[in-house]
């Protein structure tokens, strides 16, 4: 995964960050511009022209590309189009590639709270959320915070949300909250209580694209 981009800059990126107070309003709206116009982040551009340094910039490319693509999972309905191409824009020559995806799209989902996701996260408290086949692999190998890791540990599939939550002290919409990322990630299924066995709802194609 390299980033993500619009050519809408005021959705990538409404504000101005602290990094970029300093450097003449005409510069930034001549990077706004150029994202416009080809999809070149701004701080890309920016760095380019040896108004900020390398390091940084890559690090709001990360962080604004993640949040921008985070309003993906809470949309009621996307659209994805394809296009195959032999070589990517120059752009991104000096962008660092993550090769860990399940990292970056996890980066993604961080972004999210509760309010955002509507009645996406209005899992029955009860149910039980259980690894998928390769989860309990694809989990050990991810950059966990503290407190998802904890989380995730209780996955056994025999605990319910609600004993997860009671058994780590958690608020049952922080609890819902975090499983969201797992869910959404095709880490774990939620089985309905009393029914171990049978086939889970899945959660749709996003897990699948970030790995393919």
Not at 91 to 119: K, M, N, S
């Given at each position: ?18 990094t ?17 116009e ?8 920016l760095?380019?022209e ?5 390091e ?33 824009p ?26 955002d ?52 002290r ?43």
């Amino acid at each position: 995964m390299i980033l993500a981009t619009t050519r809408d800059p005021e959705l990538y990126c409404p504000e101005t960050p602290s990094t970029l107070v300093n450097i003449e309003d005409e510069k930034v709206e001549q990077a706004r511009q150029e994202q416009r116009e080809s999809g070149r982040p701004l701080f890309v551009t920016l760095t380019e022209e040896h108004l900020i340094d390398l390091e940084p910039a890559m690090q709001l490319v990360q962080h604004y590309g993640q949040r921008l693509f985070a309003q993906l999972w809470c949309a009621p309905r996307v659209r994805f189009t394809f296009e195959q191409s032999s070589e990517l824009p120059s752009y991104v020559d000096r962008i660092p590639t993550d090769d860990d995806v399940d990292h970056w799209a996890l980066g993604t989902l961080r972004f999210i709270q509760h309010q955002d996701l509507g009645t996406q996260a209005e899992y029955d408290p009860a149910s039980i959320p259980a690894y998928t086949r390769d989860g309990f692999d694809r989990v050990r190998r991810m950059r966990l915070t503290a407190a998802e890791a904890q989380f995730a540990s209780h996955f056994n599939g025999v605990r319910s949300i609600a004993q997860i939550a009671k058994n780590l002290r958690l608020d049952l919409k922080f609890a819902r909250l975090t499983l969201f990322r797992f869910l959404a990630l095709e880490i774990v299924e939620c089985w309905p209580p009393g029914t171990v066995g049978a086939k889970p709802k899945r959660r749709g194609f996003f897990g699948r694209i970030f790995r393919a």
